[in-house]
T-cell receptor, first 112, second 119 residues
Framework: DAKTTQPPSMDCAEGRAANLPCNHS???????VYWYRQIHSQGPQYIIH???NNETNEMASLIITEDRKSSTLILPHATLRDTAVYYC?????????????FGQGTRLTINP | DTEVTQTPKHLVMGMTNKKSLKCEQH?????MYWYKQKAKKPPELMFV???????INESVPSRFSPECPNSSLLNLHLHALQPEDSALYLC??????????????????FGAGSRLTVL
């Protein structure tokens, strides 16, 4: 699986958009970008995933650059409950990738 | 039911004890996972079960013994643990083993974890 690089921590004001970057410069053509988050003392929670196109669901939006070497997770109106560690993970969608491997993640703090 | 249930939530055991962690899901998922998470670190994969068979063991010490009695249940048997094994143990499941997925839509659903303290 391609390695990802995320800032260790970020702050965002409540009600503002939180933009979490992820670099995955060694990503290959069949590898998806996944985002999970882990609120303190809970299990990780799936947020969104994408391959090439931008994606949006009820939780967040995922913007993937055209060269696919980086992506941004956007929480459009952050609330205090969005304070968590956010993990960007790249995993092949085809045979060969049996595992989901977590990197260090970004600790996002939403401030009132 | 869209949950993965882990019991107990907290467990304290001595180094000579034998205990088990239990994980249950009723989503019809055919792959189940154990992760270990130390404080302020990301989860680390321990074991993967695919269709009730062990498919991945990430070189975990034998004092951890997984078991998958049926497609809904996953156990982690603990024996002769060390204090450094104290951690949050997370169970997860996915609809099918990740290796079989070509669409990327196969995601993991995690339980809340069992916090283990070894004295």
């Amino acid at each position: 699986d391609a390695k990802t690089t995320q800032p260790p921590s970020m702050d965002c004001a409540e009600g503002r958009a939180a933009n979490l970057p992820c670099n995955h410069s060694t990503i290959s053509g069949n590898e998806y970008v996944y985002w999970y988050r882990q609120i303190h003392s809970q299990g990780p929670q799936y947020i969104i995933h994408g391959l090439k196109n931008n994606e949006t669901n009820e939780m967040a939006s995922l913007i993937i650059t055209e060269d696919r070497k980086s992506s941004t997770l956007i929480l459009p109106h952050a609330t205090l409950r969005d304070t968590a560690v956010y993990y960007c993970i790249v995993r092949a969608g085809l045979v060969g990738a049996q595992k989901l491997v977590f990197g260090q993640g970004t600790r996002l703090t939403i401030n009132p | 039911d869209t949950e993965v249930t882990q019991t107990p939530k907290h467990l304290v055991m001595g180094m000579t004890n034998k205990k088990s962690l239990k994980c249950e899901q009723h989503m019809g998922h055919r792959a189940m996972y154990w992760y270990k998470q130390k404080a302020k670190k990301p989860p680390e994969l321990m074991f993967v079960y695919s269709y009730e068979k062990l498919s991945i063991n990430e070189s975990v010490p034998s004092r951890f013994s997984p078991e998958c009695p049926n497609s809904s249940l996953l156990n982690l048997h603990l024996h002769a643990l060390q204090p450094e094994d104290s951690a949050l143990y997370l169970c997860a499941s996915s609809q099918t083993p990740l290796i079989q997925t070509s669409s990327g839509a196969n995601v993991l659903t995690f339980g809340a974890g069992s916090r283990l303290t070894v004295l």
